[in-house]
């Protein structure tokens, strides 16, 4: 249901790419949203919610942190329109679709679509992660030096890493999700983000990795709880285990002083 559903939104996005979309500010710092963006999220509700009446809505684009219902209900849709909007008007093909269902805080299916690159990844809570349906499994590096970690430049500016700034080699790619697919993939070795996240960014993608093999956490060791009344997790790390420990122990030398940092 959740590819199927994907590969619908990735139709529309791949109409409007390079077009010249609409383009409005949201407002608030909360930066762009397209016409596309809408589409796609009116797309997704009427499909999904027609196949699962019973379930709430937890979108970027649909007024989120007021449609309360969505906390008592049994199982939850957490959905990215399109998450990298700023690349998708750039004209650059990273940006992604990001679906997830969610019961009782944790995703137990997800799926993260690229259309233009045509990458589908998806998960099932127990049953692994596969990318266009071959399985995928995540790297787990035994020297930290070796290894290379997604993540925007301030996250590892030097103020949030009490002990220095741990010997790995960063990347970046436009979309969260497809950071945290692409651990999942194998193609990186970790990723990690030090502001808050939304939900919607990151639920879908953090099964994928999870069901990969990764250890997903947030910034400063613990677990992501998904569809609370807030709607965010305190950033986020991603990685085998050994490159985890790494990560989160420089970010958090004293586990009992969270990080206060807000990198990207």
Known sequence: MLAEAARGAGRIAARHFRQRPKIWDKGDGQGPVTEADLEVNDF???????ARPDYGWLSEESDPLNATARLETAAT????????????????????????????GVPVAAAVFLPMLDLMYAARLGGGAS???????????SDPGQACVLAARPAFEARHWPQGVPPVRRQFRPSLAWR?????QGRFDGMLTLRDV???????????????GALV???????????????????????????HKVLVGGLNPR???PVQGAGQ
């Not at 939304?198 to 990969?212: G, M, P, Q, R, Y």
């Not at 060791?221 to 085998?240: D, E, Y």
């Open 198 to 212: 939304w939900d919607w960014d990151i639920a879908a993608s953090a099964l994928i990795a999870t069901e990969a």
């Open 77 to 104: 849709f957490v959905i990215d329109p399109i998450d990298g909007t700023r690349a998708f008007i750039d004209g650059q093909p990273g940006f992604a679709h990001a679906l997830a269902v969610v019961r009782g």
């Open 131 to 141: 990318l266009n349906g071959d399985p995928i499994r995540a790297t787990d590096p």
């Open 180 to 184: 945290l697919a692409l651990v999942a």
């Open 44 to 50: 997704l509700l009427a499909r999904l919610q027609a």
């Open 217 to 243: 956490t947030n910034r400063s060791g613990g677990g992501l709880r998904f569809n609370g009344a807030g709607a965010k997790n305190p950033g986020v790390v991603a990685a085998g285990q050994g490159l």
């Open 255 to 257: 586990p009992d002083l």
